[in-house]
């Protein structure tokens, strides 16, 4: 485990060094901003293994944190994301300490801004490591835990061709390492996912269409066959009704391998697409493939005091194609970044902002499901989320809500591997910040979520969790900030039974 996080710390240093090279070039219009962060927690809990689902120990738990932010922009390239490296120390060894990565940064580069460039991106995690194990506390775990490291590379070209018409090629590659935290788990093999698209779209001033090519396909470590190869090209009419409202008709051919198994179909579907206003906007695509109807479906709509965003989708994937993109539609950042739209034109300052006021106020940044449906197999996944921020002068509250499930795409009964288990998980989440002064925030929230686990040829496995959370946050100066606050959940798994922890923390921390 120690050779992984080295061999990610190297990694990181190389994407680190290409972009400082290529942001380097333009030193005249570069502006860049690297900031150290230091952060320091201590958590006494009278049940540090309620994520394990081991034996009830109390302990203190101490999290020294070092990070960095980096924000840099060339003429042609920009980096932007934040990286940590968090060593967790149990003063009573109830579980191993570890020195543990987490965040995410991202490379974007754009040749002369004529539309040909490179993607680049590297994200750390932890997650846990069964479906039904406890995990809305906030408590640090390493006994049931894995830490996954995500490396993408993505060059592609993106060129109006015309002021209605326009193309894009991409090539993208995300390859998954993922590292146990303990001893008593098993390893997990290395995998990498494809996803090769090439797009035409002709904007319908009254008329217009788009035509799309897909290859994706998911490679495991050890396995002959990939776990999932999807072939697909589509032709859409699209039809102006009227300016802000588009309708379109979808066509085309697709090729699917699950294993050994393969598949061809044709594919049907309609599209639908209608902006009012700035402020609101629907997009949807339904689509009769072999498996049976596919959706994706967006909603926002923008005040200068409410955001809200409504997102549905279900399609055919595998773990390792998913990441970092299933929870895409549990962001707040964006809800944040629609009701400063208004006051805040420039996008860049907007963005700038947001990030001042989630730091500034302790706002959450990303909602949904939290449970992690591991499996090698490819699944058919079904995600739906609902958001909701509003903002005043001194409170700020967030709502979400949603269902996540999947089931296994096909099963091949010629191959040994069992099919994914069929997964199931719903959750409520809340929270109100208030300001108490210009310096003082305090913030307290509820998380609800149900789940249901059904292995192949096994009985039902049903998982709940409720918890609450209260947190004071104090700036001492423009760079150092204080908090406080007390944790209480309670848990009921089948191993446990009915398990709950209490818990309260002290931290401090520093921006450089």
């Not at 390492?177 to 997990?188: E, G, I, P, V, Y």
Request: one cysteine or more; a positive charge.
């Amino acid at each position: 485990m120690a050779t992984t996080h080295r061999k990610t710390t190297v990694r990181l240093g190389c994407l680190l060094l290409a972009g400082g090279s290529a942001l380097s070039a333009q030193a005249q219009t570069q502006t860049t901003k690297i900031q150290p962060t230091l952060d320091l927690q201590v958590l006494a809990t009278d049940n540090a293994n309620i994520a394990s689902n081991g034996p009830r120990q109390s302990d203190v738990i101490t999290t020294a944190t070092a990070g960095v932010n980096v924000k840099a922009k060339g003429a042609n390239s920009n980096i932007e994301g934040q990286y940590r490296l968090s060593a967790v120390n149990y003063e009573r060894n109830t579980q191993p300490d570890r020195i543990l990565p987490s965040g995410a940064l991202n490379l974007h580069t754009d040749i002369a801004q004529r539309g040909i460039g490179l993607d680049a991106n590297v994200a750390s995690e932890q997650v846990q490591a069964n479906f039904n194990a406890t995990t809305s506390s906030t408590t640090p775990s390493t006994a049931n835990t894995y830490t996954n490291t995500r490396y993408g590379l993505s060059p592609y070209i993106s060129r109006s061709l015309d002021g209605d018409t326009h193309i894009e090629a991409r090539l993208g590659r995300n390859w998954l390492k993922s590292s146990q935290n303990s001893t008593a788990l098993a390893a997990r093999p290395n995998s990498y996912a494809d996803d090769h698209r090439l797009l035409l779209t002709r904007k319908p001033t009254r008329i217009g269409y788009e035509l799309d090519a897909d290859y994706q396909t998911t490679h495991v470590s050890g396995q002959s066959d990939p776990s999932l190869t999807q072939r697909t090209g589509k032709a859409s009419v699209l039809y102006a009704l009227l300016p802000e409202l588009e309708v379109g008709l979808i066509a085309g051919r697709e090729s699917t391998q699950v294993l050994t198994r393969q598949l061809d179909d044709t594919v049907r579907g309609v599209r639908f697409q209608w902006q009012p206003s700035e402020r609101t906007s629907l997009k949807t695509r339904l689509e009769d493939r072999f498996f049976g109807k596919a959706w994706q479906v967006d909603a926002t709509h923008r005040s200068p005091w409410l955001a809200l965003g409504f997102n549905s989708s279900r399609q055919p994937e595998t773990y390792t194609s998913s990441l970092g993109t299933w929870q895409a539609g549990s962001s707040l950042q964006s809800l944040y970044d629609a009701m400063l739209t208004t006051r805040i034109t420039n996008p860049i300052d907007r963005k700038n902002a947001v990030n001042d006021l989630i730091a500034s106020r302790n706002l959450p940044t990303t909602v949904g499901a939290t449970r992690d449906a591991y499996d090698l197999g490819a699944v058919l996944r079904e995600t739906t989320t609902g958001r909701l921020a509003i903002m005043g002068r001194r409170d700020v509250l967030t709502l979400a809500a949603g269902l996540n499930r999947s089931h296994p795409l096909l099963v091949d009964s010629s191959v040994s591997l069992l099919p994914p288990p069929r997964t199931k998980e719903y959750f409520f989440d809340t929270q109100l910040n208030h300001r108490l002064t210009p310096l003082s925030t305090l913030s307290g929230g509820l998380r609800w979520s149900r789940a249901l686990n059904t292995p192949d040829g096994q009985a039902p496995i049903l998982s709940r969790d409720f918890s609450w959370r209260a947190t004071l946050n104090t700036a001492l100066t423009s760079d150092a900030t204080a908090s406080m606050g007390f944790k209480h959940q309670i848990s009921h798994t089948p191993s446990t039974s009915t398990n709950d922890e209490s818990s309260m923390f002290v931290g401090l921390g520093y921006r450089f």
